[in-house]
């Protein structure tokens, strides 16, 4: 396995764009700390947005996966132009040439993706367990380190999440239009979504049904986070409105994106094996 990893980050280090976005990717996800130094003080507003409690433990878990999960995007495309490059640069049949199986093959990609989301979720781990040691106003060790279920759904997040694109970019063999095809997929599951609420079920059934589609199963690990802070709360309070959201991570939610990844892996080595290269 080390073998396979080996070849695939030889060929992402000789590859600028696969670096400066790589590099990117983490750059941004360290840059949530900038969020810590954001002030207004005009007049009489003086407002610090880390005193909001966003960095508080064990909140801050469930804050920091789910808005860095958004940047999640720039590895969808080096995963993409991976995949893309292989077939243009014909570096695909060399390495079936030289003796690697095409199972092997979509295992050294499939490890390059559970390398990617691992670097993450420990980059991510650590960022947020520093800005909250920093900044969060509960210190205790039962406080900080629960609610790391967030952690690791952001881990189960990306994996799956890559697993689609490393599809897509075998079955497209583009990367631009395997990346059209991605977000043609987000809108076209955000079309069955309207069109099942408003032709079939009501709300609360359309969204278990929508919980079985790749790309909403990925998103519903991790609920937005803003309702749950309590300056939220405390105005929907004084306007008389009461939010009432389950935030949490249900393993049910686990299983879907792990049977959807299997699936991406398992296509993807059908596709590559059925295609004559």
Same mark, same amino acid.
């Given at each position: ?121 420990? +980059? !991510? &781990?650590?960022?947020s367990l520093? %800005?909250?040691l920093v900044? #969060?106003?509960?210190?205790? =060790?039962? /406080? ?5 279920? +967030? !952690? &690791?759904?952001?881990?189960?997040? %990306?994996?799956?999440?890559? #697993?689609?694109?490393?599809? =897509?970019? /075998? ?5 631009? +239009? ?71 991570t249900h ?27």
């Open positions: 396995m080390i073998r396979l990893l080996q070849i695939e980050f030889i060929k992402l280090w000789n590859n600028r764009a696969s670096k400066v976005l790589i590099l990117a990717y983490f750059i941004l996800l360290t840059s949530i700390a900038l969020i810590a130094a954001i002030k207004f003080d005009i007049g009489p507003i003086k407002f610090h947005l880390a005193e909001v409690g966003i960095f508080n433990f064990p909140y801050i878990w469930h804050f920091n996966t789910f808005v860095t999960g958004f940047f999640k995007l720039f590895l969808a495309i080096v995963i993409v132009s991976m995949m893309a490059n292989e077939y243009s640069n014909k570096t695909i049949k060399q390495n079936l040439i030289d003796g690697l199986s095409k199972k092997e093959f979509i295992l050294s990609k499939f490890l390059t993706v559970i390398t990617f989301a691992i670097v993450s979720t420990i +980059f !991510v &781990f650590f960022v520093i %800005l909250g900044y #969060s106003d509960f210190n205790e =060790l039962s /406080i900080i380190f629960s609610d790391l279920v +967030f !952690v &690791f759904a952001f881990f189960i997040k %990306l994996v799956g999440f890559f #697993s689609f694109c490393l599809f =897509l970019g /075998i079955l497209v063999k583009r990367s631009a +239009f395997a990346l059209g095809f991605l977000i043609l997929w987000q809108i076209l599951e955000g079309i069955i979504r309207g069109i099942i609420r408003w032709k079939l079920f009501d709300g609360d059934t359309t969204n278990t049904v929508m919980g079985f589609f790749p790309l909403q199963s990925m998103f519903n690990l991790i609920k937005e986070p803003f309702t749950r802070l309590e300056a939220v709360q405390t105005v929907a309070d004084q306007v008389g409105e009461k939010i009432s959201l389950n935030y949490h393993w049910y939610e686990i299983v879907i994106v792990i049977g959807w990844t299997a699936i991406f892996i398992y296509s993807s080595h059908a596709l590559l094996k059925k295609r004559d290269l």
